[in-house]
């Protein structure tokens, strides 16, 4: 068996990638309107349930405007109604209160569709594997689930908004489970231009993926992310 060359490992994304992060996502604001005509064009939805889960510290407003979009596709697009995105802090350590929002919108309008950015993307994946019945699909965006959570440049945030240490067992279990292969049908849409966290961790070989040309502040809000999950939804 061939050894891993440490070399090859995933590494955060570099110092000037971060550094571009705040003028790239005012940039991704900027251009909305060159766009209007491809979004009107987008395909319409069939009326699904559709939940958004916010990323790192973010909160339902952070899911907005893709919400908005979705809802006027013809979704029935929801938030996860749980205010910010502390982590376990918020969802449980096994993200039952994730799972208990799920189940309640699964038994009005049936098999639900997450769609998650960043660590919510992470944790529509946890929700897929803890109860399979209840998930239609899984939509992750710019979520570095498929690799070491120190190939990003937020994990000592991550730790410090969570409470928890990427090194714990119990942690590192979690990231296992969320890293295998889905049983439901799952796409990444993620950027190698990302400044927070290495493209290379959020997609895996097994699930669909797609690459766009994003920051990671406001991927969800970035026209061609609206559209790429528009096509997904409709395929």
Not at 39 to 61: E, K, Q
Not at 75 to 94: I, P, S
Request: with cysteine; hydrophobic share 50%.
């Amino acid at each position: 068996m061939t050894t891993p060359d440490p070399a090859d490992a995933p590494r955060a994304p570099s110092k000037a990638l971060w550094a571009a992060e705040l003028p790239r996502a005012a940039w991704t604001v900027a251009s909305w309107p060159r766009h209007r005509a491809a979004l009107n064009a987008a395909p319409r939805g069939d009326g699904r349930a559709v939940m958004l889960l916010p990323g790192l510290f973010n909160s339902d407003r952070s899911t907005f405007v893709l919400r908005r979009f979705l809802t006027q596709l013809g979704y029935r697009a929801v938030g996860w109604g749980l205010g910010r995105n502390l982590g376990a802090r918020t969802v449980g350590v096994d993200g039952e209160r994730i799972v208990a929002g799920v189940a309640a919108l699964h038994a009005e309008a049936g098999p639900v569709t997450l769609i998650g950015v960043s660590l919510g993307g992470m944790l529509a994946r946890l929700v897929a594997h803890r109860r399979p019945e209840l998930v239609r699909q899984v939509v992750t965006i710019s979520s570095p689930f498929a690799g070491p959570g120190k190939a990003t440049n937020v994990w000592r945030a991550f730790e410090w908004v969570t409470g928890e240490r990427l090194d714990d067992p119990a942690v590192m279990a979690r990231a296992a489970l969320i890293a295998g292969p889905l049983p439901v049908p799952s796409t990444a849409i993620w950027s190698r231009s990302d400044g927070l966290v290495a493209g290379a961790i959020c997609r895996d070989e097994v699930g669909a993926a797609i690459e766009v040309r994003s920051p990671h502040l406001g991927v969800q809000v970035k026209p061609e992310v609206l559209l790429a999950v528009a096509r997904v939804l409709a395929g």
